[in-house]
Every structure is written in C-alpha cells, then in structure tokens.
C-alpha cells in the first residue's frame, strides 16, 4: 500500500528554517521530519512513498538523491583515474516518488496531480509532512476496511496551550491547565483513503474542504480515534518540543 505526503507548502508560520527549505525538511534530531514520518510507516511495512512536493522541491529530491551516499562509509581514491569504493552501505528499503505538484497548488489539487502514481483499485495512505505520531497505521488499515467507507482519517485529542477559567457568571470557579477533552477531536492526517476519493476532487481546492465534507455527508467519512502521541510542528516552539523528547529518548515516534 502507497504512502502520500503532503509536503509542499510554504510553512509560513515557522519561518525562521523554511524560508531555507520545506518545512518537512526541517531537522528534528539532525533529521528531517518527512524521514522521521516516513521511519513510522515503514515500521509497519510501508516503504512505498509518494512525496508531494511545491516550495523549494529542489531540497527534497536532493536529499533522497544523495541518501545512499550520505549515509555510507566511502573512499574517494582519486589514484586510479577516479572511483568511489562503499565500505559500509546503509539505506532504507524505500521506493520513493518525488512529485512536483506545483508552487501554490491546494492539497487537494497536490492529491488529484499524483493519481496516475497509485495502484489502480488499490486503498493508499495519506498524511502530512509536518507532524509525528504512535498512531497504528496497521489498525487504522483494519478499521478502515471494516468500516466500508471511501475515507478513514485520524481524529486525535491535541494538548492545549493556555490554562482554563472555569467560571459561574463573572466570578471564575477554578483556574487549570486545558486538558485534551477540552479540545474535541481534530484531524491528524494518517488517512486512509480509496483511490475513488480523487473523484471528489472538482477542481484546486483543499482537500478538507469540500471534498471531505462531502464524503461526511455522503456517509463515506469514519473516523479512526487515537488516543496516542501526536504534534504538529507549526512554530519553532512544536520543533523545540519534538527536539525535547528525542534528547531525553521519550519520543513515541522512534522506532529505530
């Protein structure tokens, strides 16, 4: 089964490293977040990837052009008319498209241009190249055949940010830190999705826009809960979060 991601927006909000590159190329760990998404899946068996890509493409293609070599011993020996000997080989058991979808292209419009890259009739995975998280892509794929719907998405719990005034009238009962329930469920991408949901895709629109909201009315949307880890890395603060718990190995996320 393929894995889409999404990883060609401007990623304004963290600026301070994507006017450098794509925000799925910024480091966590010296790594990019796209690898350590892409490390998550293969651990379940998923190495076949579809990159989507826009802003600064160029980062992205180099980076998986010169994987092998970055991560392998070599000599140069220049003696004998030139050669590169790898001693010590070390890659992933990927296959990975690199698609440029356009610059300012919506992400339904990045899904609609990578249809002829997906297997004919075959359900593929789909996520967001700036976020991690120990959701079960193996229990997701079972929910979501057994559900029969055209889309599963993953609903996550998020951490607020600020505390909560609890109050009756003007007079504040309790003052707390916001808890998840406080927050409802939201998506956090890891989609499972049939290759008919590209149908819905009228035009370049985004994708959780009228696409999804039909396929909710249709009764063709489930829902997958995790109750699990999940963080978005929107700001410099969610990177310095994730760069926290990979120094003190309490990230959920590494597998490797």
Known sequence: MKAVILAGGYG???????????????????????????KWYS????????????????????FFANYFLYNSDVTFDFTNGGRMIVHNEHTEDWRVTVVDTGLDTLT????????????????????????????????????????????????????????????????????????????GWINGGYMVLEPQVIEYIKEDIMFESTPLETLAAEGQLSCYKHHGFWQCMDTMRDKEKLEKLLAENKAPWKVW
């Not at 304004?12 to 790594?31: A, H, L, N, V």
Request: proline fraction near 3%; include cysteine.
């Open 108 to 183: 339904g419009g990045r899904l609609k241009k990578i249809r002829r890259f997906l297997n004919d009739g075959e359900s593929f995975l789909m996520t967001y190249g700036d976020g991690v998280a120990d959701v079960d892509i193996n229990a997701s794929i079972a929910f979501h055949q057994k559900s029969g719907t055209l889309a599963t998405l993953t609903g996550v719990l998020p951490e607020g940010r600020f505390g909560v005034m609890d109050m009756e009238g003007e007079r504040i009962t309790s003052f707390r830190e916001k808890s998840k329930t406080d927050m």
């Open 12 to 38: 304004t909000r963290i600026s301070e490293e994507s006017q450098f590159k794509p925000k799925p190329m910024i480091e966590i760990g010296g790594m990019p977040i796209l690898w350590h998404i892409m």
């Open 43 to 62: 651990h379940f068996g998923h190495n076949d990837f579809i990159i989507c890509c826009g802003y600064k493409q160029q980062v992205i293609k180099d």
